[in-house]
């Protein structure tokens, strides 16, 4: 039973966390700042609950260089999982800019065991700009890399973008996703999100087994940041996914954030 829920997992953790992709506006030059917070997820056609707890913390350098990182602990499928991640983001000239990230996880039960990877970006006239990002994770399973394409612009106190997602698990061919989002930026540094994925997920299974396939996954989600006072905010989460004829997932996430 507990070999079939790491395959599970696997074929979940393909594709990345949609709520992940909205851009934050900076916060001042030279702070700090870390998030508490927690996630509880509920699975339906019996696959229970799933739960996180994290701790985020970031120093930034300037409007465009920042040093983050995150522990957390998971439960997914009755599995525990830890994991430690570290990011820097970094300025190549006034239009370029890079950034590179790392993860690892002691236990590896659904959560990779590691992985590692590098963004570009470009920015244009007009609040225009442009990514691509690639990213290599060992799952205890397979190998699994995930090539990230955006575009995005902002006006005003809003942003657009759209994402296409390549994701090729060894053996098993490739699944391409695709993800939409609007923001609205109000006040200082305060903003809601709605975002939007529909794609495909694919899993190989290992030698004689074939390859498991997900056709249709769509998920919704809507979250945002929003500070109490100049040093003191929260962060906020509401998704609902849909996987194929596996099972459907509506969950939360908050977070208590403090800016010194």
Do not use: C
């Amino acid at each position: 039973m507990k070999k079939s829920h790491r395959r599970l997992g696997l074929l979940l953790l393909v594709l990345p966390s949609w709520g992940a992709l909205a851009a934050d506006r900076a916060s001042p030059a030279g702070s700090n700042e870390a998030e508490l917070g927690f996630s509880h997820e509920n699975l339906d056609k019996g696959y229970g609950y799933w739960d996180s707890q994290y701790l985020d913390l970031s120093h930034r350098f300037d409007d465009r260089s920042q040093l983050y990182g995150e522990v957390r602990a998971t439960d997914r499928f009755n599995l525990h999982d830890r994991e430690v991640s570290a990011g820097y983001a970094f300025p190549f000239s006034s239009t370029w800019s890079g950034a590179i990230e790392a993860s690892a996880s002691p236990e590896h039960n659904v959560l990779p065991q590691n992985s590692l990877g590098a963004q570009l970006q470009k920015s244009f006239d007009d609040g225009w700009d442009v990514q691509a990002a690639i990213r290599h994770s060992r799952y205890t399973l397979a190998p699994v890399d995930v090539t990230r394409l955006t575009g995005e612009r902002y006006w005003g106190n809003f942003r657009a973008s759209y994402s296409l997602f390549l994701a090729q698990v060894e053996n098993a061919g490739t699944a391409p996703s695709h993800n939409g989002q609007f923001s609205y930026y109000f006040g200082e540094r305060n903003y809601v999100t709605l975002s939007y994925a529909q794609g495909r997920q694919v899993e190989s299974l290992g030698p004689g087994l074939g390859v498991l396939t997900a056709n249709v996954t769509s998920s919704t989600s809507l979250s945002g940041r929003y500070w109490l006072n100049q040093d003191w905010g929260v962060s906020y989460e509401a998704v609902s996914e849909h996987i194929s004829n596996l099972y459907s997932r509506k969950g939360i996430r908050f977070g208590l954030r403090r800016l010194f």
